[in-house]
Every structure is written in C-alpha cells, then in structure tokens.
C-alpha cells in the first residue's frame, strides 16, 4: 500500500514542469523587488527632502510607462527583453 502512494506521489511530481515552477518562484520574487521599487521611488515624492516639479513627475510617468510597456509586450509577443526594450511602439 505504501508503494502506491509513493508512485502516485512520483507521477504527480512527474506532471509539474520545473519551468513553471522556476517561473512562479521568479515571478514572485521579481513582483515583490518591483513593490520595493517602487515604494523607494515614492519616498522622492516628499516635498520636506527633495525638490522636483511637475516635469519631473513627467519625466517618471513617461519612463515607467515604457518599461512596464515593453515587460508586458515581451510577454505578449514572447519576444527577448532585449528586442522588446529597443523595440520602437506602433501605434
């Protein structure tokens, strides 16, 4: 009986392919550094440490939106990091 359980443990392990378990574990961890990032990033927002303008807050908003453009493009299109960074948007 304990031979059967210990071959339906195997096949079941058999059946989780180990990218996608190295893919959620990176994915988590990668989100969460992204998280702390981006909290850091807020902290410039205090008027009492550091001085900006708006241009500045632009500035941000363009840039951010270009990275997390191109991540989500490589994802779509399955495209290299590389290739989807340089890559010019269509629109």
Same mark, same amino acid.
């Given at each position: ?26 994915? /988590? ?6 998280? /702390? ?5 807020? $902290?410039?927002?205090?008027?009492? $440490? ?12 363009? /840039?951010? $939106? ?9 994802? /779509? $299109? ?14």
């Amino acid at each position: 009986m304990s031979n059967n359980k210990s071959l339906k443990a195997k096949s079941s392990r058999v059946d989780v392919d180990p990218r996608r378990i190295a893919f959620e574990r990176l994915f /988590e961890r990668r989100i969460e550094a992204l998280r /702390e990032d981006a909290r850091l990033l807020m $902290n410039l927002s205090n008027p009492y $440490n550091y001085s900006y303008g708006p241009e500045d807050a632009e500035r941000l908003r363009k /840039e951010l $939106n270009s990275i997390m453009r191109a991540a989500v493009d490589s994802f /779509e $299109n399955r495209l290299p990091v590389q290739v989807a960074l340089t890559r010019k948007r269509q629109r």
